[in-house]
């Protein structure tokens, strides 16, 4: 497994920079280099944008996004997370990699391989970040126990380009993408779910 995930994994990635970078890149690598890509990062860039995303949770916290005396959703957290991320250029230069030597084969068909190279190449940070986002949700989702329905992810590959193209975007905002994050994953809760 390429990303180790628990139920504090969040919290600890805000209190803790290097752990978050390190994680993070980890993943990155893991994925580019699946598809015969590497990338060269920029860690001042990537620790601007944890500064960053720990920076705007906290004034959400503050402010109105968030119901006084309770913390953050998840999903507003990585919304931020997400934003943050599409605004660093965090990724120097995307160089040709031996995929022989990746950590894991990519597990798709050629034409699929083919799809996630032009989308690296063309989105860059936003389809990455995207990418890692995305994990982190379905796997929370997955463990929730307060949605009547059973987890079902609902990204097409259509909607994840037009979510690409938006993250591109110099107009993109952390409040829309929040908004878009919590359509894609939204279920009825069961009667006795708190309120988030």
């Not at 209190?15 to 280099?33: G, S």
Request: proline share 5%; charged share 30%; glycine share 4%.
């Amino acid at each position: 497994m390429f990303l180790q995930i628990s139920p504090t994994t969040i919290d600890d990635w805000l209190k803790d920079e290097e752990a978050f970078c390190y994680d993070f890149l980890r993943a990155q690598h893991f994925i580019v280099q699946s598809v015969g890509y590497a990338i060269n990062p920029s860690s001042k860039a990537l620790k601007e944008a944890h500064r960053a995303w720990k920076a705007r949770c906290d004034e959400w916290l503050n402010g109105k996004m968030a119901d006084p005396g309770k913390p953050l959703s998840l999903m507003k957290v990585l919304a931020i997370l997400l934003y943050e991320l599409c605004e660093a250029q965090w990724i120097r230069s995307l160089e040709e990699f031996d995929e022989e030597k990746a950590p894991a084969p990519f597990a798709g068909t050629d034409d699929e391989k083919q799809e996630v190279r032009n989308d690296i190449a063309a989105g860059r940070e936003a389809y990455l970040a995207l990418q890692f986002v995305v994990v982190l949700i379905n796997w929370f989702e997955k463990a929730r126990t307060d949605r009547i329905q059973e987890f079902e992810f609902r990204m097409t590959l259509d909607l994840s380009h037009d979510i690409m193209f938006y993250l591109t975007g110099a107009q993109k905002e952390p409040i829309a993408i929040y908004l878009i994050l919590k359509a894609l994953y939204t279920r009825d809760p069961t009667p006795d779910a708190p309120n988030n």
